[in-house]
């Protein structure tokens, strides 16, 4: 919480933060419910998006985090999925789940897959 009070008072226009994946590799459910029940305070909160994961772990966004964030954030909230994302199917797939924003170090290989971009 200290470095997102910190980056607004410095100017920041944009906080990006994740659920804490400790708790679910522990097990500490409990925890972990808490951080879910977060995707409505972050609609209460007025925030823009939300971010499945940083996308620096081996696993990356998965279909079932961008569905299960559908069912918990506002409308006005949109969803990015980040990590993991290796195809161009995969990507269609999250958004079509509710994703608006994709993080991806593969979208030139992505892109390089499809024809002329299916049309995006």
Do not use: P, Q, W
Request: charged share 25%; hydrophobic share 40%.
């Amino acid at each position: 919480m200290f470095e997102t009070k910190n980056a607004i008072a410095n100017g920041s226009s944009e906080i990006d933060m994740v659920i804490n994946i400790g708790f679910l590799k522990d097990g500490r459910y409990e925890e972990v419910e808490e951080e879910i029940k977060a995707c409505e305070i972050v609609t209460n909160a007025g925030a823009e998006f939300i971010k499945t994961s940083t996308g620096f772990s081996t696993a990356g966004a998965t279909f079932d985090d961008v569905a299960l964030m559908k069912e918990h954030v506002g409308e006005n909230v949109k969803i990015k999925a980040a990590g993991g994302i290796s195809s161009f199917d995969d990507a269609e797939k999250f958004i079509s789940l509710g994703a608006s924003r994709l993080g991806t170090s593969r979208l030139i290989k992505i892109m390089k897959n499809t024809d002329n971009g299916a049309g995006y």
